[in-house]
């Protein structure tokens, strides 16, 4: 599986806006978490999972999600191709990165607020979660 966007949309009247991505579903769905970077380290880098799928929706201002895809879990190779999508509140959209990935998530700008919905259970993550150093793979290069 690679990874996609589902887009969504938002209706506006005079009593507010509603957005929605209709075509999400939350049948995997086992937590949740919401993410506020500092302003002082903007970027949260490099988590992998080899089991747990990822779905990003950024509530308030915008992100850059970078991604690579895990050749070898315990020595994986520094040449990766870093795949990068920016979301923003302004959009209605999910970034779905599966099982298989390592991922780094970028705030754009002060008070961004990011939530990821997670497939895994809390009970198994001991197993899925790998940590690289921050530096492993170079953004912004």
Known sequence: MIPKIINGGSFSDHRGTISFVND????DIERFY?????????????QGHKLDAKNFYCLNGSFKIHFVQIDNWDSPSKN??????IIS???SKILH????????????ESNSKLI???TL?????????????????????
Do not use: C, M, Q
Request: aromatic share 12%.
């Open 34 to 46: 919401i993410i506020s970077n500092s302003d002082e380290n903007p970027i949260r880098a490099w």
């Open 24 to 27: 999400f579903s939350f049948k």
């Open 121 to 141: 259970p809390l009970s198994s993550i001991e197993d899925d979660d790998v940590r690289y150093a921050s530096d492993y793979w170079k953004i912004n290069a």
């Open 116 to 118: 990821s919905f997670s």
């Open 89 to 91: 509140a302004n959009d």
């Open 97 to 108: 990165i599966p099982a298989g990935y390592a991922n780094a998530v970028e705030s754009l």
């Open 80 to 85: 990766l191709i870093i795949k990068t999508v």
